[in-house]
């Protein structure tokens, strides 16, 4: 899209829900985005076409996010509760298996690294924010927290994740 010429290019429609999109930083020719029940399509600009589609979720992706200092390494958040890291380098389309994978008793929200990357924080329906650390996100602890605001769960990209983890 260009704004100030007031224009774009629809690269991609569907009857399915599209609920959630990113770009890695260091790759501005890729799209990347959940469509329909926990399916990630990779939108590539040089190709014009989906080069891939992997189910990663029971259902529907609501939020995806890359490590800043990894671009190889994303994470996904799903109504079906849970929130999982993956390697990009190892996604089999048919067997997808993530590094980690956080459960929630609830639809996860969000899930977004922290600024250096070393954590990753998640926010749940079931009034829980996660915390994911180590060296492999193999650390995992919650915090109880009132998500229940009359109004869409924060997703806490803009307001905690600014601010360096301790």
Known sequence: MDAEKKIFDLVYSSEDPICSLSQRSDDVKCLYFSEGYGRLNIWDERV????????????????????????NIMATSSSDGTAAIWDLRSIKVDQPRPLEEVGHDKAVQSAYFSPS??????????????????VNFEHTSKIKHDN?????????????MKRPMR
């Open 48 to 71: 014009r076409k989906c080069s891939t589609q992997s189910k990663l979720h029971a259902h529907r992706i609501n939020s995806i996010d890359f490590n800043s200092q990894n671009y």
């Open 117 to 134: 990357g070393s954590s990753l924080i998640t926010t749940s329906m079931d009034d829980t924010v996660g915390i994911v650390t180590g």
């Open 148 to 160: 229940q605001t009359c109004n869409w769960t924060s997703s806490f990209s803009s307001a905690v």
